[in-house]
DNA sequence: TCTGGGGTCCTAGGACCC
DNA sequence: TCTGGGGTCCTAGGACCC
């Protein structure tokens, strides 16, 4: 089937090709509305409707096509005001596997061009392409040569930023979707930058705008100008300072292959609160299984156990523990978990999440045999050493 | 409107050691 | 008798990102 000419053509994005790449070597590739465009290409009587992967009883948009952004629909939105907004949206639950072997294609086909990239989740990812030049040509030859491969072979569109710096290449990826190719020269980096939100910086959410915006930063050039002080008052030193180099185009870091996990965790949001503690506990145990089993596929072991506990009125607490042993056994990270919950003390609870999570990772190989051991752990289990706050 | 699940990083205070 | 300063680890909470 000559499916390339099906690849579904939402509009197309902007698409700069000229000027000077001289120093752009980094792009940013970011797949179009990833989950839901896989669910298109998997079931085609959905080309043209408005898809939205996610639901559930209390579940937010994960991906929305781009026939569904049209009604204002968006990700980590609510699914029932997304269904208010866009009633005759098509709802598909998330298939993650699925969308973890497509992204392994993905990241292939960006491994065939260098072997610096960088994912930064399922859909996206950094290239530094400096030193392919003689191999494939110029970033924007490369940026080009890599969108067809994704059409053709896929049957997907991504949108490609190619900057000299990580974040202005993330930057203009998201500004030319979807299906875009934007190239930011180097000496253009700060016109780019300085008219844009300054909500587009690395680092600046809803929390972190509201200072700024009080002290009439809009823009990326009106936080640019801000005095060094006034910013570390604003926001912090280390934000302060990270924010500013952005602003004004400086961002050293190179590209590199993920950092090995810190932390591996499990929540999950009930369809109706918990308030039984036989069903509190029952449901800590699955999540310190689920835990326990990645752990187990990665040949990691840790030694702090935590969890996470959401009240229906959203507030949220948590509480970590340090333990004398390295733990991966579900019984362990359970016993733990468990022993953290009663410690809140709780009285009739009502319970909307809760979550294990386990850090301090390590190889198993490299931690001594014994330590995990079950019954040096159980003479320990109840009795660990605190410090610090008591539970 | 009613808020997922996977993570990372920062801050601040306290304990503890030298 | 009064009391420094640096460094590290631990904990709780929160902001942020995809």
Known sequence: MGRSADVPRAPRGIQRVDGDDTGCAILHVDMDAFFASVEIRRRPELTGKPVIVGGGVRGVVA???????????????????????????????????????????????????????????????????????????????????????????????????????????????????????????????????????????????????EPLHRLGVR???????????????????????????????????????????????????????????????????????????????RRLCGRTVGIKVRFADFRTVTRVRTLPNWVDETAHIFDAAADLYRSLGLDRPRIRLLGVKCEHLQDQAQVPEQLTLDAEYSSNSGRIPRRGRPL
Not at 151 to 160: D, G, P, V, W, Y
Request: charged share 25%; with cysteine.
């Open 63 to 209: 991906a929305a096509s781009y026939d569904a952004r049209r009604y204002g629909v968006h990700s980590a939105m609510p699914a029932s005001q997304a269904l208010r907004l866009c009633p005759n949206a098509v709802v598909v639950r998330p298939d993650h596997e699925t969308y973890r072997a497509v992204s392994a294609q993905v990241m292939t086909i960006l491994r065939d061009v260098t072997p610096a990239v960088e994912p930064l989740s399922l859909d996206e990812a950094f290239l530094d392409v400096s030193g392919v030049r003689r191999l494939f040509g110029r970033p924007v030859e490369i940026a080009i040569a890599l969108r067809n491969r994704m059409a053709e072979t896929l049957q997907l569109t991504c949108s490609i930023g190619v900057a000299p710096t990580k974040f202005v290449a993330k930057v203009a990826s998201s500004r030319c979707k979807p299906d875009g190719l934007l190239l930011v020269p180097a000496a253009e980096v700060l016109s780019f930058l300085h008219p844009l939100p300054v909500t587009v910086l690395w680092g600046v959410g809803t929390r972190t705008a």
């Open 219 to 297: 823009t990326v050039a009106d936080l640019a100008r801000l005095p060094p002080d006034t910013v570390r008052r604003a926001v912090g030193s280390a934000m302060a300072e990270q924010l500013q180099n952005l602003a004004w185009g400086r961002d050293p870091r190179p590209v590199h292959e993920r950092d090995p996990e810190k932390s591996i965790s499990s929540d999950h949001t009930s369809d109706h609160d918990l308030v039984r503690e036989a069903d509190i506990l029952r449901e800590l145990r699955r999540l310190s299984q689920d835990v326990s089993q990645r752990l187990h596929q």
